[in-house]
């Protein structure tokens, strides 16, 4: 997740203050891309490896504590799912940010199919929990609060469908 983070800025700031605009803006294009990707995918693989409570301090080898916690079916799917959240975010800023109707357009139109793939990835995590016998539904469902905020979440979710609806 570093690497992306830092491999993610480092492209940002070449993309936009290299002096040289040559063939290298293309390797800089495909890398933030990459790294767009692998940053908020690694995020939710070690948020879903911590949320699962799989991980075993007490192990004596590090990949068996902390690497292969992550390499099973919840924390990719968390992994995922914040993936297509943070590709819904940037499609609602560049949404916001552009002028001309016809990107306008299409950003709206990707955002709402961002957000049937983001409730499909939703499903899938907590298909993921059944199947590995993590408690996170009654985590979620199960407390007030938590509960609150779930339905706080569908109501702003259903608000901003709408919203964004209108906009196409």
Known sequence: MLLGIIARGTTFTFLHYDAVKDSWQG????????????????????????????????????????????????????GLFTVVIFGFLAAMYLSEGV?????????????????LLMLFCAGLVFIATAAQSISLTSWVFGNPWSMTAVILAAISLLTLWYRIILAI
């Open 99 to 115: 002028t001309h109707p016809e990107l306008k357009k299409s950003c709206n139109y990707l955002g709402n199919v961002i957000i």
């Open 27 to 78: 390797v800089y294009d495909k890398i933030f891309l990459y790294s767009s990707f692998v940053t908020p995918f690694c995020l939710g693989i070690i948020a879903g490896s911590a949320v699962s409570g799989t991980i075993d301090t007490q192990n004596l080898s590090f990949s068996a504590s902390y690497i292969y916690n992550w390499l099973n079916w919840f924390p990719l799917s968390v």
